[in-house]
């Protein structure tokens, strides 16, 4: 099988994305998958989806219901990138970012709702679920808690046995995916600034955020050739990765997209899902 690339070229000052096949050369080129959160309210969904290689689509946990899972689930087969499942603590009034005392089989009860759910949609449009990124508050408690994520694969397993699994560089929920013999993809956030230790700067402290479009370009160019990313403090930390996120719910998410793309398109570095 010969394998596909998003290969941008502009048109009229526009940039058209399209699936083309790759010559020799293009295939040892640098790539990078771009995903993005979706279906969680946002309108502009399926132009985000002309950027991204694969897309994390809420399943109700912390937002979303069937008519949006059905929603981004049709854009994403269109766009023909791959799709993943992207359950939370069930706390829709929190937006999924705050931690949860829930024990853990009412947690193990809420993602197989989640997951099952998506699932079922998944099948009833006709594609399939590639990867499993956990939302928010769940995402950064897994990092630190063996326990936690020992169940949280588990119940990923149990539905979606092929998936891979998307999460932080380091931490509980790599090494449990690893040790259960679970692809993973670690992570990186084109839109978010990080603590010199490579944590993520929590949402609800100053300069989480990075905040323009220009920024967030040359962090994903930093971070997809050369595994660095500068800390708030000024230090440059290593993290590799095998995947950069761009929040589809930020304000100008579609500009910093296509920053992003751009930027990335300059320095050499191809956007493909290694799924």
Known sequence: ????????????????????ALTRAEQMMKTIDLNIDLGEGQADDAALMVFASSCNIACGGHSGDARSMRQALQSAR???????????YPDRAGFGRRSLDIDDAALGQSLDQQLMTLQRLADEAGVGISHVKPHGALYHDLADCSRRSSMFVEHVAAILPQAALIGPPEGCLREVA???????????????RYYSDGRLVARSKAGALLETAEESALQAVSLARDSL????????????????????????AI??????TDELQTAGIGIRCPL
């Open 1 to 20: 099988m010969v394998e596909q690339c998003i290969v941008l070229s502009s048109i009229r000052g526009n940039i058209c994305y399209k699936w083309t």
């Open 178 to 192: 690893e040790r259960l013999g679970r692809r993973y993809l670690a992570e990186g956030f084109a839109d978010r």
């Open 78 to 88: 269109q766009a023909g990138i791959h799709i993943g499942a992207h359950p939370s």
């Open 255 to 260: 500009v910093r997209a296509q920053a992003i």
């Open 229 to 252: 990313v500068k800390a708030l403090n000024g230090e440059t930390v290593t993290l590799a990765i095998d995947t950069l996120c761009l929040h589809g719910d930020t304000q100008d």
